[in-house]
């Protein structure tokens, strides 16, 4: 056996530079292609004019209330109108029995025209004592007696004219008529019912064209905002109200301030105010409950931000502005006041900045991006959500 041993084998250098170039050619051909910047919406920021809404829960009443009662007793003959129909002043609603009291009037009358004839006698006895008297045919104690006869004869006949009045009065109150134009209610009594004053509403009349809403604001809104200013205006001239109905509709016409309460609620800390609106189609009853809403303010020349483009981290606020070669640069900024979904933003934002509204996941610091006009509609000022505090007024909006 040898001792000889093989030597080991050697790379060849040249062989080993082709297998490291074909690596590193293989190696380029798996790398994936760059990535096109991702998209995001931006806004421009502009000096804009925000204004400042506020929002109550509000109550519909009929601008008259008219309860029609019996002011005289008797049986309910005839219900002359229909139920949820529209009335004139003088309409007949319901008919009393009206024979007591034609029978009382034809009593009354009858009684006039005795003492009638009575003073008439009175009257020709003074006539035919006088110049008796004045020769002492007779004594000055008859004529002074049928004098006063005379007298008391007048005094019962303007009685009994007064009692004919009011004979006539009853049996005109057994024509139960309306006092308002407006909108009948439900009958409360039946045909054959016993009514009298004290028997309660037979029915209510409501004039609810126009119609009023009742809404309570807070002592704080109205020192803070004027309102005692914008009370003391007529009711053509004051604060324009718009009414959202329950079912999130916003009704068609508005409605003005007309006035408030003489007080405010010591339990409740708020001030009545009542608003008028039109309602020519009987579309709003009372009863209704809407949604009051009223601009009371307007913040002049500031910068606004949707709230979606503004990020809340730990205390402070940042937004993602697109800097040059839409590059994105993430700003602390100081936030004001908030009008529904817009910040008004103090400090950290000039005007022409771009902001991001929509991506603010792909927004991150120093990343390029491919920025596009924002497609959403337009941030418009809403009031506050009810029952939620409002930083313009600085209060929680009464319910």
């Not at 003088?90 to 009358?109: S, V, Y």
């Not at 931000?305 to 205390?315: I, S």
């Not at 933003?345 to 920025?371: C, F, M, S, T, Y």
Request: net charge neutral; glycine share 8%; hydrophobic share 40%.
């Amino acid at each position: 056996m040898s001792n000889f041993s093989r030597p080991p084998t050697q790379p060849r250098p040249g062989l080993w530079l082709v297998f490291s170039a074909a690596a590193t050619l293989l190696g380029c051909q798996r790398r994936p292609p760059a990535l096109p910047p991702p998209d995001v919406e931006v806004v421009t920021v502009s000096p804009t004019d925000i204004p400042v809404f506020q929002e109550w829960i509000g109550t519909l009443d009929g601008f008259v209330n008219a309860q029609i009662r019996a002011q005289v007793s008797g049986y309910l003959l005839t219900q002359a109108y229909a139920e949820g129909s529209q009335v004139r002043k003088g309409d007949r609603l319901f008919q009393i029995d009206p024979r007591t009291f034609q029978a009382a009037l034809e009593q009354a009358k009858a009684k006039l025209a005795q003492d009638r004839a009575q003073f008439g006698k009175t009257q020709l006895d003074v006539r035919r004592y006088t110049p008796l008297a004045r020769e002492q045919a007779i004594s000055k104690e008859e004529l002074d007696n049928a004098e006063q006869a005379n007298l008391a004869a007048e005094a019962q006949v303007k009685a009994d004219e007064a009692a004919v009045k009011i004979a006539r009065l009853n049996l005109d109150f057994t024509k139960v008529a309306s006092p308002i134009d407006g909108l009948a209610g439900i009958a409360l009594a039946q045909i054959g019912d016993l009514v009298s004053p004290s028997t309660g509403p037979l029915t209510t009349v409501s004039t609810i064209h126009p119609i009023k809403a009742y809404f309570q604001i807070s002592e704080q809104l109205y020192l803070s905002m004027g309102w005692h200013d914008i009370l003391s205006k007529s009711a053509s001239s004051g604060v324009e109200l718009e009414l959202i109905l329950s079912d999130g509709s916003a009704y068609p016409e508005k409605g003005r301030v007309y006035f408030a309460d003489r007080q405010m609620n010591p339990s409740t800390g708020t001030l009545q105010i009542v608003g008028l609106f039109p309602n020519p189609r009987f579309t709003l009853r009372p009863g209704q409950y809407g949604r009051i809403r009223a601009q009371t303010d307007v913040k002049r020349n500031v910068l606004a931000l949707p709230q979606r483009a503004v990020t809340e981290l730990q205390g402070s606020y940042q937004i993602a502005v697109i800097g040059e070669e839409n590059k994105v640069h993430v700003e602390s900024v100081k936030v004001g006041e908030q009008v529904g979904s817009i910040w008004i933003i103090e400090a950290g934002l000039q005007p022409g900045d771009r902001v991001v509204v929509e991506g603010l996941q792909k927004a991150r610091e120093g990343r390029v991006v491919n920025p596009t006009s924002f497609k959403g509609s337009a941030p418009t000022p809403q009031p506050p959500t009810l029952g939620v505090a409002s930083p313009i007024s600085g209060h929680r909006p009464a319910n």
